[in-house]
């Protein structure tokens, strides 16, 4: 069955310090999304990402962070100077279809991101 | 604007008898919802899903839901618990006229005693 998958599953970075968080989608998935959860909190949608471009972000996706599609398989999401607030557990997703009837997303393992 | 509210946040019940984690929605347009389940250190994983079918939904593991429009409720249930049923669930609703973004509930704990 095909799956989402995010690297690392687990990284420990330094307050100031850029991190990247990545996630491969499942091929055919149109639409892509990061999520984070901290830790004790409920899953708070970050990002969402269609057609190589930001189709819609929360107000927690400020200009410290980014996300990118460099190369058709890859969805990065970049922190550019990290904050202890930062650490959360993020989750990337992904999903065919949008709109009426939409599909289910598919979520990632996550990446449990610590700042120190 | 959309939102979900997951009544309980944590549910405890013993082994073989029934679950329900209550889930409350708000949509002004037709919505889909879905239920996913986290296990401790785990992804999310959908336990089952509503997209304008039928209103009765039967998922993985024995879980089912039921969409009441009327009662803008979406509540999860299990005839019988298993100890590996124990596990962070969340409601989940998304919409076309609101973007196509998930918008979670603040999740349920379920605890299942032997």
């Known amino acids: 069955e095909p799956e989402v998958t995010q690297t690392p599953s687990h990284q420990v970075t330094q307050m100031g310090q850029e991190v990247i968080l990545r996630c491969v989608p499942i091929s055919n998935h149109l639409y892509f999304y990061w999520y984070r959860q901290i830790l004790g909190q409920k899953v708070e949608f970050l990002v969402s990402?269609?057609?190589?471009?930001?189709?819609?972000k929360s107000e927690i996706f400020d200009d410290q962070f980014s996300v990118e599609r460099p190369d058709g398989s890859n969805f990065t999401l970049k922190i550019r100077s990290t904050k202890l607030e930062d650490s959360a557990m993020y989750f990337c997703a992904s999903r065919l279809y949008e709109g009426i009837g939409s599909t289910e997303a598919f979520f990632g393992q996550g990446t449990r991101l610590t700042v120190v | 604007a959309q939102s979900v509210t997951q009544l309980d946040s944590h549910v405890s019940v013993s082994e073989g008898t029934p679950v329900l984690l209550r889930c409350n929605y708000s949509s002004s347009y037709s919505p889909s919802l879905f239920w996913y389940v986290q296990h401790p250190n785990k992804g999310l994983q959908l336990l089952l899903k509503?997209?304008?079918?039928?209103?009765l939904v039967k998922g993985i593991n024995g879980f089912e839901a039921e969409f009441k429009k009327s009662e803008t409720s979406f509540h999860l249930t299990k005839p019988s618990a298993h100890m590996s049923d124990a596990a962070e669930y969340f409601c989940?609703?998304?919409?076309?006229?609101?973007?196509?973004?998930?918008?979670f509930g603040q999740g349920t704990e379920l605890s299942v005693k032997p």
């Open positions: 509503y997209t304008s079918a039928a209103t």
């Open positions: 989940v609703v998304t919409g076309y006229n609101q973007g196509g973004k998930l918008i």
């Open positions: 990402f269609y057609n190589n471009e930001i189709s819609e």
